[in-house]
Every structure is written in C-alpha cells, then in structure tokens.
C-alpha cells in the first residue's frame, strides 16, 4: 500500500478494541501533534458479533469524527487481541539470539549481518506460529520488528558493521498477525473507500509513548491495559518490551455482573457502570454496586498477581506500573492499586518496595495539544497511534502494509 507523504497535514488513527472502536483525527504541528477530534462507538450488545458487525461499527467511528474527508491517510492499531468475539490476534514479542563467528578476527560486513537476522526471523517467526496453534510461519505477516540490542564480546554498540568478534548476540522485537486476517481487515477498508496504509501493534505504539518522557534504559516496568474483554499486562526489561499476556477479565465482565445483580441488560448495566465510575449514583446504591465490583477486581488482582510471578524473577520485579484503559476508571481499580493489603502482599513476599503506579492521562504528555475529547485513559492507545504515525511522517521510514 501506499507510503506516508508530507502533504498531507490530517490523518486518521483508529484503535480497534473489543468491545469499541475509537478513532482520532490528527496532524503533526513542529515538534508535535494536535488532536483535532475523536470518536468512539461501541459494537452491538450481542453474544454472537458477526464480522460485518466491525465494519458497521468502524464506519460508525469515522462518522462521528467532524473534519474527516475521504482520502485521508488511515492507521490501525490492534492489541494482543481485537474486535468482537477475539476477531483479530497478534502477537508481539522481544527473542534473543546469540551467533557464534566462524571468523572472529573479520570484521561484520552488512551481507553477514543481513544473513545473521534473517536466521533469527525465521527462528522467531517459528517459534511465534505455535501461539497462532499454525503448523506453518509462513502464514504470518511481520507488522513490526526492531532491533532492540546488539552486543559483541559483551560490548553493546549501536551498529554492528566493521567490528570484529567471536559471539554476537542481540535481542529482536517482532510483532506479528495472521495474514488472512491482516487481508480482511484490508477488504474492510477498501470497501468503505477508504485509504488504510499501516497497521500497528497497540503494546510497542504504547511502549513507545511512554519512553519518550521516560527512560525505561535501568528500569523494569508493566502496563496494564484494562479493556472491555480483556486486560493487556505489557512487559519491560531494561529498556525492552519483551512481551504482552491478555487474560480474560475486563471492564465487560464488570457490567455483565451488575446486569446479573440488577436483573437488567447489559448495554443498561454499562450505562451504570459509567455513572458509577464518574460518581454519578446515588451514595445508597454506589455503595451496594462497590461490594459487587470489589470481589470482582480481587478476582482481577490475583490475575495481575500470576502473570506478574510468571514473568519477572524475585531479584527483577517492575518498579514502575501503569495503568490504562476503560476498566481503569472504577474507583475499586486505584483503592486495589494503592492502598489494599492484597497489593501490599504481592510486594512484601518480593521483599520489594511497592512500584511507582501511574494512572495514564493524555495531560502527562507533551507536544501534544488536543481539542478533542480525549481526556481519560481511554484516549492513551489512540494518542500512542497517533504519535507513532507523527514519528514515521517526520522521518519518512513507514513500514507497508
């Protein structure tokens, strides 16, 4: 597809969830970007969501983003899961490699590095088809890949060409999606008319923001990104995004248990669940909903609490989380994070000092001025899109789709 040009100055970023689909019209300004409106709307409240279901709802979305025309340059972001009923999967993860040289006193030509890499994808992409349950890697389409680490001898350097050295050993970061369904959503697009020229992996767009007023250089850190069917825990080491787990508890199951509760519709429950979270109900009915919200999110908290042993050894937990999404906004999600015993547990049995929690806003980034309505964590993924499409305008290095 197309690359990236600089005459255009508006440009459309949409993040599609599973449970929404939220779009941004954006152009870069200086050093920055300016958010000039948003839309988001939520798909059907139905068991069985049917494909055209997301073509419905994306349609929708860019209805009700004012200042939009035809022709304007399209960006997509997906996290580890998206759209109605886990529609669409990637996968994106961080894989080291180390090559011993058959020749360590010649120096690094670009055709040996070049082949060195094109082992380690083959390995990665391999190794990642298991995820998919493919029998063959070559029904994956590579959405990103960076090289996050070179290190020769032990000695880190930025490039390695013209050095000479026994072992190499460096860390990838690949993201990856099933090519039918990198080609549906490609139909999609096309036919509504519309001009679809990258597709992103939401956790590095994140990754990425978030390390332009941070250095995460000496620092573990985790994201967690409570959606509507899922939480998205996102993993950094030393610098890296090494990997994202999804589990299977988010805002929905929320309101799915409050409609159980009040004997009501979900799409009613959702409703209330906002309210709630805003502060909107009557104190009499806000406390009985937090009882009921409270087991849920312990539920959730042993969860986070799982992944989180999984991942980061007893000498290397995160020092750093944030949090993001939907789900986030409930008033239980800061009481759990910050003051409850359960959260102090999870730390005294890593004998670490509680980490740095961080409930994510557009207001924490700069160069970024937006007269939409992006004000809660909501906003954080599609602000991430944005900012990543700003950076590869700017340089002219988009990747096609």
Same mark, same amino acid.
């Given at each position: 597809m197309s690359s990236f040009s600089k005459k255009d100055e508006m440009n459309l970023a949409i993040d599609i969830g599973t449970r929404t689909v939220k779009a941004v019209l954006?152009?870069?300004e200086n050093k920055g970007i300016k958010i000039l409106n948003y839309g988001k709307?939520?798909?059907?409240?139905?068991?069985?969501s049917k494909k055209n279901d997301l073509k419905q709802t994306i349609k929708e979305t860019i209805s009700e983003v004012r200042g939009f025309k035809r022709g304007r340059k399209i960006i997509v972001g997906l996290g580890e899961i998206s759209g109605p009923n886990k529609m669409i999967m990637t996968k994106g993860i961080t894989k080291k490699y180390i090559f011993q040289r058959k020749s360590p006193l010649k120096k690094i030509s670009q055709k040996e590095f070049k082949k060195i890499i094109t082992v380690a994808q083959e390995r990665s992409k391999r190794s990642v088809a298991k995820n998919f349950s493919l029998k063959k890697a070559k029904n994956l389409k590579i959405l990103k890949a960076s090289i996050e680490e070179i290190k020769i001898n032990g000695h880190q350097v930025s490039n390695p060409l013209g050095f000479s050295g026994k072992e190499l050993k460096f860390s990838i970061f690949n993201s990856y999606i099933l090519k039918e369904d990198l080609e549906f959503l490609k139909r999609i697009f096309k036919s509504l008319n519309l001009n679809l020229v990258n597709v992103l992996y939401e956790p590095y767009t994140l990754f990425s923001l978030l390390e332009s007023f941070h250095s995460f250089q000496n620092h573990n850190a985790a994201f967690l990104d409570i959606g509507g069917d899922f939480t998205q825990v996102s993993f950094i080491k030393k610098g890296m995004l090494m990997e994202t787990k999804p589990f299977s508890i988010g805002g929905q199951e929320f309101s799915a248990h409050l409609a159980k509760w009040a004997k009501i519709k979900e799409e009613k429950a959702e409703k209330i669940k906002i309210a709630y979270s805003r502060g909107l109900i009557q104190s009499s009915l806000a406390f009985?909903?937090?009882?009921?919200? &409270?087991?849920d999110f312990k539920n959730w908290l042993e969860k986070v609490e799982i992944i989180l042993n999984r991942f980061f050894p007893s000498d290397s937990f995160p020092s750093f989380v944030y949090i993001l999404g939907g789900g986030s906004q409930l008033l239980e999600v800061k009481s759990l994070l910050y003051e409850s015993k359960e959260m102090d547990k999870i730390w005294k049995k890593k004998n670490f000092?509680?980490?740095k929690i961080e409930f994510l806003k557009p207001k924490h980034f700069i160069n970024i001025e937006d007269n939409s309505k992006l004000q809660d964590t909501q906003g954080i993924i599609p602000l991430s899109l944005c900012? &990543?499409?700003?950076?590869?305008?700017?340089?002219?290095n988009a990747q096609k789709i």
């Amino acid at each position: 597809m197309s690359s990236f040009s600089k005459k255009d100055e508006m440009n459309l970023a949409i993040d599609i969830g599973t449970r929404t689909v939220k779009a941004v019209l954006f152009k870069k300004e200086n050093k920055g970007i300016k958010i000039l409106n948003y839309g988001k709307v939520d798909y059907p409240f139905e068991k069985n969501s049917k494909k055209n279901d997301l073509k419905q709802t994306i349609k929708e979305t860019i209805s009700e983003v004012r200042g939009f025309k035809r022709g304007r340059k399209i960006i997509v972001g997906l996290g580890e899961i998206s759209g109605p009923n886990k529609m669409i999967m990637t996968k994106g993860i961080t894989k080291k490699y180390i090559f011993q040289r058959k020749s360590p006193l010649k120096k690094i030509s670009q055709k040996e590095f070049k082949k060195i890499i094109t082992v380690a994808q083959e390995r990665s992409k391999r190794s990642v088809a298991k995820n998919f349950s493919l029998k063959k890697a070559k029904n994956l389409k590579i959405l990103k890949a960076s090289i996050e680490e070179i290190k020769i001898n032990g000695h880190q350097v930025s490039n390695p060409l013209g050095f000479s050295g026994k072992e190499l050993k460096f860390s990838i970061f690949n993201s990856y999606i099933l090519k039918e369904d990198l080609e549906f959503l490609k139909r999609i697009f096309k036919s509504l008319n519309l001009n679809l020229v990258n597709v992103l992996y939401e956790p590095y767009t994140l990754f990425s923001l978030l390390e332009s007023f941070h250095s995460f250089q000496n620092h573990n850190a985790a994201f967690l990104d409570i959606g509507g069917d899922f939480t998205q825990v996102s993993f950094i080491k030393k610098g890296m995004l090494m990997e994202t787990k999804p589990f299977s508890i988010g805002g929905q199951e929320f309101s799915a248990h409050l409609a159980k509760w009040a004997k009501i519709k979900e799409e009613k429950a959702e409703k209330i669940k906002i309210a709630y979270s805003r502060g909107l109900i009557q104190s009499s009915l806000a406390f009985k909903i937090h009882n009921l919200l &409270e087991k849920d999110f312990k539920n959730w908290l042993e969860k986070v609490e799982i992944i989180l042993n999984r991942f980061f050894p007893s000498d290397s937990f995160p020092s750093f989380v944030y949090i993001l999404g939907g789900g986030s906004q409930l008033l239980e999600v800061k009481s759990l994070l910050y003051e409850s015993k359960e959260m102090d547990k999870i730390w005294k049995k890593k004998n670490f000092l509680p980490p740095k929690i961080e409930f994510l806003k557009p207001k924490h980034f700069i160069n970024i001025e937006d007269n939409s309505k992006l004000q809660d964590t909501q906003g954080i993924i599609p602000l991430s899109l944005c900012k &990543e499409f700003s950076l590869n305008f700017q340089a002219g290095n988009a990747q096609k789709i």
